[in-house]
Each structure stands twice: as structure tokens, then as C-alpha cells.
């Protein structure tokens, strides 16, 4: 069969915003170690998890009906060997194992029940429900002494029509100040935000639908300094072929303000405290070239930082601007390198600012087409800085395998803390590598991101069929702290 370029295969809303946020202290206080991630903790027991979407791995006959691996984190970090399989078919997950529900396309993390366990949210949006194809479906998934096991769907509008995806981005934090974490699901139609507490059958205290028109991803991180987590809904319009993103801040009772950052291109982004000041700062990648009614961007892609303030961050500021032709940062920008298809934000060497991965997945690499690399960047006091910027790729001594056609390296990141040193570890998902799908975890370290003892996972050894094209490593979560770190 001839193969489809990855990128012109995906399912509406491919570019999944990844979900990151930072803390340190309150505004104004001394800078603390920043960490990386909300509670992804699904077993209790002290170590953040990971889990990672394959929302075309293959359920017994059915192709593409999807499955979520949750890799549970330990003082040597993950192993293939250390999971739980989820899957629509698995015992107390509501629906049904069907043929292209793509279960696994979008993913969060928060104790939504409040028993000190995390839990999974997992988005399906090409599910269809009764007579209605890609009506979509959102479950949360249990966290348990055991891990992951059983979960519930949370309710949708009844009158979703047709093509609705509903659950292409999914999003969780405390967004009302109340201490429960809330979640908000994306479609194309209809946004949805469901506030906590959550009971077991997936009720929750309320539910309402979102005055936003059609968004596909969403972000949630703390950038006002509140302790409360803000929601931001990146999207390209018919006004705005570059990219706009909707900010809605919670400012008491039930009341919530809406910013939009016209200025904001792109449809990825993350959050996290890069100068350390206290309040997370938004990063975007905008992978698309300019073109055409698009005016603005860079050839290749590019990445911009807005600095949060007492009220978010400013529409009126001049973020920083990184792209491959920046001083400093490897290679060259170069037509459809998708560099900004993907971030992600953690604190790989431990000085209290936050640091930034971008992934440029279509990256062409010794004559492989789309084999993908990956540049890490670092905070400082003054922003993010391109001093000891270094692409990563599998040409990388220590990084296993090698550059090949359509790998796409770096379609999806995640930084996070999975050993408990207090320094994130980067995650590199390559949905694409042999046509299974990889994960790569490399090390954070005091100095910088290491390249001793890197773990490559396929989806094969995490416990998926080895059918072609699952997409393991496709979907890499990182979700929202509602609360500052201790």
C-alpha cells in the first residue's frame, strides 16, 4: 500500500495542544523548583505516570477503534512492562471497542473524585452514538491503588448532530476557585465544561456550554497567579488564518472574563513559568508557513512566549519569537518542517525556570523524508533563552534508532517528572516509527536534558496488537496544576 504522509492522515483538529503547566511560588516570592504536570499520579505512589495515547491501535478485528497505555512512573523512571492496557472493550469502560472511534485522541489528568487517586480523561471524537457518526464521546478513567481500572462517560448534549467530534481536546484544573477540579471538552460544534465534584457515574456538581463558537484544543494553566487554572482555546478563524486564542480567566463567584490574544498565532500551546516570576507564561507553536491569506509566521514554523501577569498575559506585549533561523537554535527553517506541531513545558535541570521542547516532526533528516527532531530551549530570568539550545533526533548519540522516512519524531512531547528527582524528563512520541509507534524518554539532568540511558518503548512492547499505524505516541497529556507546588 502507498504511504500517506502522516500529517495529511489525521482526523480534524490533528495539532493536539499539549498540556503543561509550571509552578514555583506566589507572585513576587523567591523562585522555588518549578515542577512540571498536575496530579498524574493514577496509583498513589509518589511518582508521576504516563500515559500515552494510540488512537488507532487495533481492538480485536476492529481498526482504529483505539487504546490508551498508562506507563506508571518509578526511581528508574518507565518501562513497557509497568502498564495497564485501556481500551473500550476493558472491564468497567463504558461503550463499545468500534472501528475508527480513535478512543485515546485527546487525554487529561486531575483527581476529579476526589479520593486522592488521579484520573484519565480520554476523548474519543469519532465515535458515533446511536445513528449519529462522529457525534464523539468523553470517559473518564478511574485512578486507583492499582492504577488505572474502570471508568464512566461524561453526559453530552443530547442534540450533537453529525460530525460534532466532540472530545478532540479535553482539558482539566480547578477553573472556579472552588478546590475540585473541573474538565472541558472541545468539538467542532460545542465546548463543554462539567465542574466537579465527579461522581463515579460521571455526574458532575454542573454543566455548561462554552459562548465560543467551534474550538478543537484547549490548554489549561495557571498564568494570572491566582492558584486558579485558566483556560485558553487556541483555533484558527475565517478572520484569522494565523491563529487566535481565547482566554477565559476566572475572576470570583461565577464570573469569567474573556481575553483574545489575536496576536497569538498558531494552534499548540503550553504553560509553565519560564522567567520564574511567579505566573505561568503561555507558549505557541504556530507550525504552519506564511501563505497565501496567511501573512504572518515564519518558514518552518516558530514558537512565541506570552509572559503572564496579575491578569494573564498582556494582548498589547511583544512575546519572544523563536524560530529556526533565531541565532543560536540548530538547523534552518525550511518549507513544512512543522517546527511547533507540538511543545511542552517542565524544568529539565532544576533552577527554577521552566523550559520549553518544541517538536518539528516533518523534519527531513539525511535524506528521510518527515523522520523529525526536537529542539529544547531554557528559561532564564529573562525569558526563554536560546543558550544551549540542541536539537534532538535518532542521529543523536544515545537516542536509539535512526532517522527514517515518516517517523515523525517529535509529533507529540510531554515533559514530566517520572523518577522523582524533581527534574521533567522528555517524552518524544514518534507515531509513526516502523509503523507501530515509539515513545522516547530522555533524562533530565543538572546540567541539561541527557543523553545516558534513554528508554525507547515501542507499542508493541507496551502491549498493543503491533497492527500498522496504531499512532502510539501520537497523544502525550500533560494537564494543568490548579494549585502551586509545595
Not at 523562585?31 to 499520579?41: K, N
Not at 535524506?367 to 539550545?389: F, I, M, N, P, Q
Request: aromatic letters at 6%.
Amino acid at each position: 500500500m502507498q504511504h500517506v504522509p502522516f500529517r495529511r492522515r489525521v482526523v480534524p483538529g490533528a495539532l493536539l495542544g499539549a498540556l503543561a503547566l509550571s509552578f514555583c511560588c506566589a507572585p513576587g516570592a523567591a523562585a522555588a523548583p518549578v515542577r512540571s504536570g498536575i496530579e498524574a499520579d493514577y496509583n498513589g505512589d509518589g511518582y508521576l505516570d504516563l500515559a500515552v495515547g494510540a488512537p488507532n491501535a487495533k481492538v480485536g478485528s476492529r481498526e482504529h477503534a483505539g487504546a490508551v497505555v498508562v506507563l506508571y512512573g518509578s526511581a528508574s523512571g518507565v518501562s513497557g512492562g509497568r502498564r495497564t492496557v485501556v481500551h473500550q472493550d476493558s472491564p468497567g469502560v463504558p461503550g463499545t471497542a468500534e472501528r475508527n472511534d480513535r478512543f485515546g485522541r485527546s487525554l487529561a489528568s486531575a483527581d476529579l473524585d476526589g479520593d486522592g487517586y488521579s484520573d484519565l480523561v480520554v476523548g474519543s471524537p469519532s465515535e458515533t452514538v446511536g445513528s449519529v457518526p462522529y457525534r464523539g464521546s468523553v470517559t473518564v478513567l478511574w485512578g486507583g491503588r492499582q492504577g488505572i481500572a474502570g471508568g464512566a462517560s461524561l453526559p453530552l448534549p443530547s442534540d450533537l448532530d453529525e460530525e460534532s467530534v466532540m472530545g478532540t481536546g479535553v482539558a482539566a484544573g480547578d477553573f472556579n476557585g472552588d478546590g475540585r477540579n473541573d474538565v472541558t471538552a472541545t468539538g467542532r460544534t460545542q465546548t463543554r465544561t462539567y465542574f466537579g465534584a465527579f461522581t463515579r457515574t460521571g455526574a458532575s456538581a454542573r454543566q455548561q456550554t462554552e459562548n465560543l463558537g467551534s474550538t478543537t484544543n484547549v490548554v489549561a494553566g495557571d498564568l494570572s497567579g491566582d492558584g486558579v487554572a485558566e483556560r485558553l482555546y487556541p483555533r484558527f478563524t475565517t478572520d484569522d488564518p494565523a491563529g487566535v486564542i481565547s482566554y477565559v480567566r476566572w475572576t470570583g463567584g461565577s464570573t469569567y472574563t474573556t481575553t483574545e490574544l489575536t496576536g497569538a498565532d498558531g494552534e499548540t500551546a503550553a504553560v509553565g513559568d519560564v522567567n520564574g516570576d511567579g505566573y505561568g507564561d503561555l507558549v505557541v507553536g504556530d507550525a504552519l508557513d506564511p501563505g497565501g491569506d496567511r501573512t504572518r509566521g515564519h518558514k518552518g514554523g516558530q514558537l512565541t512566549v506570552w509572559y503572564g501577569g496579575p491578569t494573564g498575559p498582556a494582548p498589547a506585549q511583544r512575546p519572544t519569537v523563536v524560530h529556526q533561523d533565531t541565532p543560536g537554535v540548530p538547523g534552518s527553517g525550511e518549507s513544512a518542517d512543522g517546527f511547533g506541531v507540538s511543545v511542552a513545558v517542565g524544568d529539565i535541570d532544576k533552577d527554577g525556570y521552566a523550559d520549553v521542547a518544541v517538536g518539528a516532526p516533518y523534519e527531513d533528516l539525511n535524506g528521510s523524508a518527515e523522520a523529525g527532531a526536537v529542539t529544547v530551549l531554557y528559561g532564564s530570568k529573562g525569558g526563554l533563552t536560546t543558550a544551549r539550545a540542541r536539537m534532538i533526533t535518532q542521529d543523536t548519540a544515545g537516542v536509539p534508532g535512526s532517522p527514517e522516512r515518516y517517523d515523525y519524531f517529535g509529533h507529540a512531547l510531554t515533559l514530566r517528572d517520572l523518577t522523582g528527582d524533581g527534574r521533567s524528563d522528555l517524552v518524544i512520541g514518534a507515531p509513526e516509527e516502523n509503523s507501530y509507534g515509539m515513545v522516547t524518554v530522555l533524562r533530565g539532568a543538572a546540567s541539561a536534558l541527557s543523553t545516558s540511558g534513554v528508554v525507547s518503548i515501542t507499542g508493541t512492547a507496551a502491549g498493543l496488537s503491533g497492527a500498522s499505524q496504531e499512532w502510539f505516541g501520537m497523544v502525550l497529556p500533560d494537564a494543568a496544576r490548579s494549585r502551586p507546588a509545595t
